[in-house]
C-alpha cells in the first residue's frame, strides 16, 4: 500500500506524562521527567507497586532513586492500578511494560488516550509502534497517536522495592523513531529535550529489527530449557552460552540481519555491536560469548521456562544487556 | 547355522553370545580390528548378568569376506547410521537366500539397505528384516566382555518384502520366541521411538552437554518442559502411523508396556522409568543421541510426514536447530524417500512397495 501524504507534524507540547508500569525503568523514566518539570502520573497491574507512589493519601507520592547516577526523591502526581484515574490529560504515555503485555495496554487505554498523544516505548521490541496502534484502532480509538519506539531502555537497574529503583546507568546513543517516520524529526528537539540520549534514525523499521534480546535470550533459554525447568542454577550467560548455543545466536542475528538489508535499512550485526558495547576485539560470538566481565557474573532468569519464552516470543524480552554495570549487579559476588 | 554378526558392539557381543549358546556358528566383524583380537585371545565372549559364560565364535574378523562367505543369516549390530555403508562393503560377499536382519532397523533401515545394493547393480535374493529396537539391555565392558541386565520380551520384528511372511526366521523366533510379527517394515520403521525422545533432551541440555557437565541424561535431563517437546515429537510420528494405517505404539504405551513405568503424564513416567538411574549423559554433542537419531528417525520422519500429507513442525524445528548447532545439514544423507527413490509414493502406494519390494 503507498504511504499516505499527510500534512506537516507539528508535536504536541509534551506536560503530562503517564508512566505504564512502576518496575525499574517505569521508575527511573518518572523520575526523569518529573525532574524536567512534568507532571507525571503511574499506572501498573501490580497495586503492591502502587502502593508507595501515593503514599500520602493526597493522591501524590513520589518514587525514590538509588544506585547512584540519578539519586533522590521525584514528585508522581497521582498513581493507580487503574488507567481511567491516570491516563486522561497525558500528552506522552511512557510504555514500560514486557513487550507482550503490549496490546493489552493499548486496549486498555483507548477510551482514555487524548488525541495527539505521543507513545513512547522503554524499549520498543519489534513493531511495539504498530501492535499499539493497531490493538487501540481495534479497540475503538479514532483519533491520532505517535508512536515512539527505543532499541533499548535508556535507564538500567532493578526494583529493589515497590517504588524504589536502583539505577545503575544512563546510557547515551539510544536510537529512536516515530510512526510514521515523517514525525521523527518534528519530534526528535521535544524529545530529546526531555532525553538527551535519544538519536533519530530512519523509521522503525530500524529499531525493531535491533531487537538484540530477541536474538539472544530464546535461544539460550531453549538450548538450557533443561537445566532451567528442573531448577538447576547455572550462571546464565557465562556457563550457557557456549560455543554450540552461540552459533545458533549467530544463525538468528545472521536472519535478522538478511532482513534488515532486504528492507534497506543500516544493520550492526550483534558482535560488532557486542564488540562496541563492551570494548572487545572478538573475531565471532562463539569467542565472544564466555569471559567477558557482564556475562560472568549474570545469573538465569528467576523464571519458569514456560514464563521466559511467554516473555519473549511476541517482541522480544525486556531484560537489558547493554550495561556491564547492570549486570554485575544483578548478582551479589 | 552359521550367522554373520557385523558390529562386536554392546548389542553385536550380547547378539553374538546368546545365538552361540545355542548352537551356532557364529561369525563377528568389527572394523576395528583391536576387538577382535581380544575375541580370538579370550576364546570367545564373556557374558555377565542375566546369562552367563564363555560363548565360542567360529569366526572373528574385520575382513567382512571371512565371516560373509557361507553365512546363511547376516544380522548388522552397527549403529543405524553405518547400515548403508557397511551393506555396500559387504554386498560382494553376500549371496541369494541369505537372511539379512538390522538390529535395530531405526527408520527404514531395510529398504535403505535394499535400495543401495539395487543402486549397486546387486540382484540378491535377500530378505531382509528389521527388528524395532535392541533385543538386549546391555553394555561392553571390555572388548569382548559384556553385561546383559535384560533380554527385551515380545518385540515387534518385520519382513521386507513383507509378503514373504517370517519362514526364514526361524532361527530368530527360536532365540527370542516370544518376538512378534509386525505387519511390515512401515510399522517397525515407525516404531523407532529411540528418535521421539534423544535429540530433544539433548537439545534442551545443549549447553550444559556442550561444557562437559556430568548428569543423568533423563533423570536430571528431562523437565516437564521438555517431556512436552518430546511428546510433541511423538504425536507427530503417531499422526504419521495413521495416516499410513499403522497401529503406532505410543511413547506413554512403551513406558508402561516396557518399563511398567506409572505415571499421569509422560514426563512423570519417565522419571518412574527404574533403568534411566543409570543412563549418564553424553560427554560430547557429537553423539549417537544426535545424528543417527536425525539421519535415521527425525528427517526420515519429515520425509514420510511429507508424503501422506502430515505436518510435522516439531520434527522439522529440532532437524533444523541440530543442522545449525552442529553446522551440517541433516536432511542431506538421510533416509528420506527421496534418497530411496520412493517419493513418488502416496502412503497406499507405500504400503504396497514394503509388502511386494517392487517399485
Not at chain 1, 496490546?103 to 504498530?130: C, I, K, N, W
Not at chain 2, 535395530?104 to 529396537?133: K, S, W, Y
Request: glycine content about 8%; charged content about 15%; hydrophobic content about 45%.
Amino acid at each position: 500500500m503507498a504511504a499516505q501524504p499527510e500534512a506537516p507534524y507539528v508535536p504536541p507540547a509534551l506536560r503530562r506524562a503517564c508512566v505504564i508500569g512502576a518496575g525499574p525503568i517505569g521508575c527511573a523514566t518518572a523520575a526523569h521527567l518529573a525532574r524536567q518539570g512534568m507532571e507525571v502520573r503511574m499506572c501498573d497491574v501490580d497495586a503492591s507497586k502502587i502502593a508507595p507512589l501515593r503514599r500520602d493519601g493526597s493522591g501524590g507520592g513520589q518514587v525514590l532513586i538509588r544506585g547512584g547516577v540519578m539519586d533522590g526523591p521525584a514528585p508522581i502526581a497521582a498513581a493507580s492500578t487503574d488507567l481511567a484515574e491516570v491516563l486522561p490529560g497525558a500528552d506522552l504515555i511512557v510504555m514500560a511494560v514486557p513487550g507482550d503485555a503490549c496490546e493489552h495496554v493499548a486496549r486498555a487505554a483507548a477510551p482514555y488516550l487524548e488525541d495527539r498523544v505521543v507513545v513512547f516505548f522503554q524499549p520498543g521490541q519489534t513493531l511495539a509502534s504498530m501492535a499499539f496502534l493497531h490493538a487501540a484502532r481495534q479497540a475503538g480509538f479514532e483519533g491520532e497517536i505517535t508512536p515512539v519506539e527505543t532499541v533499548s531502555t535508556i535507564f538500567t537497574g532493578r526494583l529493589t522495592e515497590p517504588g524504589v529503583a536502583e539505577i545503575y546507568a544512563i546510557k547515551r546513543w539510544i536510537a529512536f523513531a516515530a510512526f510514521p517516520a515523517q514525525r521523527t524529526a518534528p519530534l526528535a528537539p521535544v524529545l530529546q529535550a526531555l532525553l538527551p540520549s535519544l538519536v533519530p534514525v530512519g523509521s522503525v523499521l530500524e529499531t525493531s529489527l535491533c531487537n538484540f534480546n530477541a536474538v539472544v535470550h530464546p535461544a539460550v533459554v531453549l538450548l538450557n530449557a533443561g537445566p532451567i525447568d528442573n531448577h538447576r542454577p547455572f550462571l546464565f550467560y557465562h556457563e550457557g552460552a557456549t560455543p554450540a548455543v552461540m552459533r545458533l545466536v549467530e544463525a538468528i542475528d545472521f536472519e535478522r540481519m538478511a532482513m534488515m538489508r532486504a528492507f534497506r535499512v543500516p544493520s550492526e550485526s550483534l558482535l560488532a555491536w557486542f564488540n562496541r558495547i563492551y570494548d572487545l576485539h572478538s573475531p565471532s560470538l562463539v569467542h565472544a560469548s564466555g569471559p567477558t566481565p557482564p556475562t560472568r557474573t549474570s545469573t538465569p532468569p528467576p523464571r519458569s521456562t514456560r514464563a521466559c519464552c511467554s516473555k519473549t516470543c511476541p517482541r522480544g524480552w525486556c531484560l537489558s544487556s547493554t550495561s556491564p554495570i547492570a549486570w554485575a549487579c544483578l548478582c551479589p559476588p | 547355522m552359521k550367522i554373520a554378526i557385523l558390529g562386536a558392539g554392546n548389542l553385536g557381543l550380547a547378539q553374538a553370545a546368546h545365538l552361540s549358546s545355542l548352537g551356532h556358528d557364529i561369525c563377528i566383524w568389527n572394523r576395528t580390528a583391536a576387538r577382535i583380537d581380544e575375541i580370538l585371545a579370550r576364546g570367545g565372549i564373556e557374558v555377565h548378568g542375566v546369562f552367563e559364560g564363555l560363548f565360542p565364535v567360529a569366526v572373528a574378523s574385520d575382513d567382512l569376506a571371512e565371516v560373509l562367505i557361507g553365512a546363511e543369516a547376516v544380522i548388522l549390530t552397527v549403529p543405524a547410521s553405518s547400515h548403508v555403508a557397511v551393506t555396500a562393503a559387504a554386498a560382494p560377499y553376500l549371496a541369494d537366500g541369505m537372511v539379512y536382519v538390522l538390529h535395530p532397523g531405526h527408520t527404514f533401515g531395510a529398504i535403505a539397505c535394499h535400495h543401495r545394493l539395487v543402486a549397486m547393480g546387486h540382484r540378491l535374493d535377500l530378505t531382509f528384516c528389521e527388528v524395532q529396537t535392541s533385543l538386549f539391555t546391555c553394555r561392553r565392558t571390555g572388548p569382548a566382555q559384556v553385561h546383559v541386565s535384560a533380554v527385551k520380551k515380545a518385540l515387534p520384528i518385520a519382513v521386507f518384502p513383507a509378503e514373504r511372511g517370517f519362514d526364514a526366521l526361524g532361527f530368530l523366533f527360536e532365540a527370542h520366541p516370544d518376538l512378534v510379527r509386525a505387519r511390515d517394515t512401515l510399522q517397525t520403521s515407525l516404531d523407532n521411538l529411540n528418535a521421539s525422545v534423544h535429540p530433544a533432551v539433548v537439545l534442551a541440555n545443549m549447553a550444559r552437554i556442550d561444557r562437559g557437565e556430568a548428569f543423568l541424561f533423563y533423570w536430571d535431563g528431562v523437565s516437564p518442559a521438555v517431556a512436552r517437546l518430546i511428546a510433541a515429537v511423538d504425536a507427530e510420528r503417531y499422526a504419521i502411523g495413521e495416516a499410513l494405517d499403522i497401529d503406532v505404539m505410543t511413547l506413554e504405551e512403551f513406558y508402561e508396556s516396557a518399563y511398567e513405568a506409572q505415571g499421569a503424564l509422560l514426563h512423570d513416567k519417565m522419571l518412574n522409568c527404574a533403568p534411566y538411574a543409570e543412563i549418564h549423559a553424553p560427554k560430547t554433542l557429537d553423539t549417537r543421541l544426535v545424528f543417527e537419531d536425525l539421519l535415521t528417525g527425525l528427517v526420515p520422519y519429515a520425509s514420510l510426514g511429507r508424503a501422506v500429507g502430515v505436518l510435522t513442525p516439531a520434527c522439522d524445528a529440532l532437524i533444523s536447530l541440530w543442522s545449525i548447532v552442529l553446522e551440517r545439514d541433516f536432511r542431506v544423507g538421510a533416509r528420506t524417500l527421496e534418497s530411496m527413490d520412493l517419493a513418488h509414493l502416496d502412503a497406499e502406494g507405500l504400503r504396497r512397495f514394503v509388502w511386494t519390494g517392487l517399485r
